[in-house]
């Protein structure tokens, strides 16, 4: 992950890692969280938020968070056995957004169509060697590429976990 984020200001890396967070944490935490928790999450209001609804301690100002990407996003949403999604982008200063997926689908079913979505969109992909992504899981469990075309910037990051789903962590930038 180095490699994606270091022309990335302080804001930007803060706002993917919470968004990365939320997302890993957000549906597994739920079906993990011991009665007690639970209890505490119905008295504070979380478990009885409609769909799309941001709880108001996750509120930050200059940012929007959703769990459905806008129609303009600038490459295709994976959309096939989706177990949760998540959105966040800037309302202010440098524009960035991050959209985080879980599927039940395999990381190199993900791989292959954000491979496909990025070129397709005049994206020219830098995708790391097979040596380097070994060094971060087995063979076919993690994905990473970078694509870039005028001012934009989209870097991809997916990776299969042993509970049965694949993470996918989009991010989007226009660069200086």
Do not use: C
């Not at 890396?13 to 967070?21: E, Q, R, T, Y």
């Not at 989706?82 to 990381?107: C, E, Q």
Request: charged residues 15%.
């Amino acid at each position: 992950m180095v490699w994606v984020t270091k022309k990335l200001s302080a804001s930007s890396k803060a706002i993917i890692g919470l968004v990365i967070a939320l997302t890993t944490f957000s549906s597994v935490a739920i079906a993990q969280a011991p009665p007690e928790t639970l209890e505490k999450a119905r008295k504070l209001g979380v478990l009885n938020l409609k769909k799309g609804e941001v709880p108001a301690y996750l509120k930050i100002p200059n940012l929007h968070m959703s769990q459905t990407a806008p129609t303009n996003f600038p490459v295709d949403v994976y959309r096939s056995n989706i177990v949760s999604t998540n959105f966040v982008n800037t309302t202010a200063g440098a524009p960035t957004a991050t959209l985080s997926i879980v599927t039940k689908d395999s990381a190199s079913t993900v791989n292959s169509f954000y491979q496909s979505a990025l070129r397709s969109r005049s994206f020219a992909l830098q995708i790391p060697k097979e040596e380097m992504l070994a060094k971060i899981g087995p063979p076919g469990s993690a994905f990473m590429m970078q694509g870039t075309r005028a001012k934009e910037r989209i870097s991809v990051s997916i990776v299969g976990r042993s509970d049965g789903n694949t993470y996918v962590s989009v991010n989007w930038t226009i660069l200086p």
